[in-house]
């Protein structure tokens, strides 16, 4: 599959007195943009995408879309031969270590199955999705991650499960997380942190969310909440840390970047998810850095000008630069608004992209295209000044961002050795891949050299069992 079709599949601190200007982060305006629309998506190994549910007609279909070499035209085939055992709307997919998906939950749809189906479970009952919906759901778009031991992380309403898919067993109940209701309607966000080491810890950040309430009463002027948990999911004994964001929050997008950092951006201060139904724009990105102590980790970036509601999504592009796009509170297309439909794209660019860091940012000249499990390769980098110490080698995956959560966004940072100069003035670093499927599924990721911070641009690696 070439870069082109990838690429095109792929684009589918507390806050102080400080000026704007004195904050970091550019943001640029790009190309009009065609609209969002709410789906249920992941990739598949081979690089294809597919889609499963929706509303109405598409209530129990599954659709695929498999790239083709530039000049050739592709289009969504719906699958004639499968469909779903059970309709799902607002569900939520995660690619699983031999490359299947698995499809969790959905409005009335209290269960999971799998794609390609497995015919002797069909639709697996799935009661914690019924015992944590409350009077406005708030159990929807799930926040699923799969955890480096196999099991997945399932977050819905104020509480996550520990779940083993291939006995359908809850394995684990972790504590109420407090701050109220974190899933759609009452949308914040979640992502796992990024794996390293030995990769046997995986942490999960839950932040945002609203009033319990504002869905049903239809309030659009209920402040947000700004608290963000914690928990390290893998621990026998995990509690959840609490800390809070500069600004509350409802809609925004959680992207973890190619540092291992996260960029919570888009999204309103006030208000809940769904149409009509939020105010106060927040226009201010926020960086969170997992590996600073708590009370240092949140870091205020310099604000867009466009309001990013309800059905806005962000992701992360090879340059490093964040894609954001999209934004309609309306239930048609509505131009002339306080916050109309939003058919503009823009890039943001974090501070490691600055003009002063450009000269050690790393370019990434060598790679294989293809890569097995645990296999050691060699990673090829120039950098402009000399490097000093380690430069980290990273995995970013291609997630599908919808609903303020990135299904399937996964980050691993690889064993790397330091890196020796060749004859040619490039430096050469010893890479191991990831051990398995259960730290990273197979499937095309994103590959980030990344020097005291700053990441290269990326290149495609296919990793293959």
């Given at each position: 599959?070439?870069?082109?079709?990838?690429?095109?599949?792929?684009?589918?601190?507390?806050?102080?007195?400080?000026?704007?200007?004195?904050?970091?982060?550019?943001?640029?305006?790009?190309?009009?943009?065609?609209?969002?629309?709410?789906?249920?998506t992941?990739?598949?190994?081979?690089?294809?995408?597919?889609?499963?549910?929706?509303?109405?007609?598409?209530?129990?279909?599954?659709?695929?879309?498999?790239?083709?070499?530039?000049?050739?035209?592709?289009?969504?085939?719906?699958?004639?031969?499968?469909?779903?055992?059970?309709?799902?709307?607002?569900?939520?997919n995660?690619?699983?270590?031999?490359?299947?998906i698995?499809?969790?939950?959905?409005?009335?749809?209290?269960?999971?199955?799998?794609?390609?189906?497995?015919?002797?479970?069909?639709?697996?009952?799935?009661?914690?999705?019924?015992?944590?919906?409350?009077?406005?759901?708030?159990?929807?778009?799930?926040?699923?991650?799969?955890?480096?031991?196999?099991?997945?992380?399932?977050?819905?309403?104020?509480?996550?499960?520990?779940?083993?898919?291939?006995?359908?067993?809850?394995?684990?109940?972790?504590?109420?997380?407090?701050?109220?209701p974190r899933?759609?309607?009452?949308?914040?966000s979640?992502?796992?942190?990024?794996?390293?080491?030995?990769?046997?810890?995986?942490?999960?950040?839950?932040?945002?969310?609203?009033?319990?309430?504002?869905?049903?009463?239809?309030?659009?002027?209920?402040?947000?909440?700004?608290?963000?948990?914690?928990?390290?999911?893998?621990r026998?004994?995990?509690?959840?840390?609490?800390?809070?964001?500069?600004?509350?929050?409802?809609?925004?997008?959680?992207?973890?970047?190619?540092?291992?950092?996260?960029?919570?951006?888009?999204?309103?201060?006030?208000?809940?998810?769904?149409?009509?139904?939020?105010?106060e724009?927040?226009?201010?990105?926020?960086?969170?850095?997992?590996?600073?102590?708590?009370?240092?980790?949140?870091?205020?970036?310099?604000?867009?000008?466009?309001?990013?509601?309800?059905?806005?999504?962000?992701?992360?592009?090879?340059?490093?630069?964040?894609?954001?796009?999209?934004?309609?509170?309306?239930?048609?297309?509505?131009?002339n608004?306080?916050?109309?439909?939003?058919?503009?794209?823009?890039?943001?660019?974090?501070?490691?992209?600055?003009?002063?860091?450009?000269?050690?940012?790393?370019?990434?000249?060598?790679?294989?295209?293809?890569?097995?499990?645990?296999?050691?390769?060699?990673?090829?980098?120039?950098?402009?000044?000399?490097?000093?110490g380690?430069?980290?080698?990273?995995?970013?995956?291609?997630?599908?961002?919808?609903?303020?959560?990135?299904?399937g966004?996964?980050?691993?940072?690889?064993?790397?050795?330091?890196?020796?100069?060749?004859?040619?003035?490039?430096?050469?670093?010893?890479?191991?891949?990831?051990?398995?499927g259960?730290?990273?599924?197979?499937?095309?990721?994103?590959?980030?050299?990344?020097?005291?911070?700053?990441?290269?641009?990326?290149?495609?690696?296919?990793?293959?069992?």
């Amino acid at each position: 599959m070439s870069i082109t079709s990838k690429l095109l599949l792929f684009l589918f601190f507390f806050f102080n007195a400080a000026t704007a200007a004195d904050l970091p982060g550019v943001w640029e305006l790009l190309v009009p943009d065609a609209g969002i629309a709410s789906m249920h998506t992941a990739f598949l190994p081979d690089g294809s995408l597919i889609q499963t549910g929706g509303d109405l007609d598409g209530f129990k279909k599954i659709r695929k879309f498999t790239p083709c070499e530039p000049g050739l035209f592709c289009d969504w085939e719906e699958l004639q031969d499968l469909e779903l055992y059970q309709g799902r709307w607002y569900a939520t997919n995660q690619i699983l270590p031999d490359g299947s998906i698995i499809i969790i939950g959905g409005k009335t749809a209290n269960s999971v199955e799998f794609f390609p189906p497995r015919t002797e479970i069909g639709a697996a009952n799935f009661p914690f999705l019924s015992e944590v919906e409350d009077n406005q759901m708030d159990n929807l778009y799930p926040y699923v991650h799969l955890l480096p031991n196999g099991e997945v992380f399932i977050f819905a309403n104020n509480k996550a499960v520990l779940y083993d898919y291939n006995t359908n067993i809850v394995t684990k109940t972790y504590p109420i997380l407090e701050g109220g209701p974190r899933n759609y309607p009452s949308a914040g966000s979640s992502v796992m942190l990024a794996l390293t080491g030995d990769y046997s810890s995986a942490t999960v950040v839950v932040c945002g969310g609203a009033e319990y309430g504002a869905y049903l009463q239809r309030t659009t002027d209920s402040p947000a909440h700004g608290s963000c948990g914690r928990i390290e999911a893998t621990r026998p004994d995990p509690v959840w840390e609490m800390e809070d964001m500069p600004f509350g929050r409802i809609m925004g997008d959680m992207v973890m970047l190619p540092t291992g950092d996260v960029l919570i951006i888009n999204g309103a201060q006030a208000g809940t998810q769904g149409f009509e139904l939020a105010s106060e724009p927040c226009l201010y990105p926020v960086l969170y850095r997992p590996d600073q102590p708590l009370g240092l980790r949140f870091m205020t970036l310099n604000p867009g000008t466009v309001p990013r509601m309800y059905h806005s999504t962000a992701n992360l592009l090879p340059d490093g630069r964040i894609l954001i796009a999209g934004s309609n509170p309306h239930y048609f297309y509505k131009f002339n608004a306080e916050f109309p439909t939003e058919l503009r794209i823009e890039a943001f660019s974090p501070e490691y992209l600055s003009a002063d860091k450009a000269n050690i940012r790393p370019s990434l000249v060598e790679l294989p295209e293809r890569v097995g499990y645990g296999e050691v390769f060699e990673a090829g980098v120039t950098v402009e000044l000399p490097v000093v110490g380690i430069v980290e080698v990273n995995f970013a995956s291609a997630p599908f961002a919808t609903h303020s959560f990135s299904q399937g966004q996964r980050v691993v940072k690889l064993l790397v050795e330091t890196p020796a100069v060749d004859g040619g003035g490039r430096y050469k670093i010893k890479c191991t891949a990831p051990p398995n499927g259960k730290v990273a599924p197979p499937g095309y990721y994103m590959v980030f050299a990344v020097n005291q911070g700053v990441p290269s641009v990326a290149k495609w690696v296919q990793l293959v069992a």
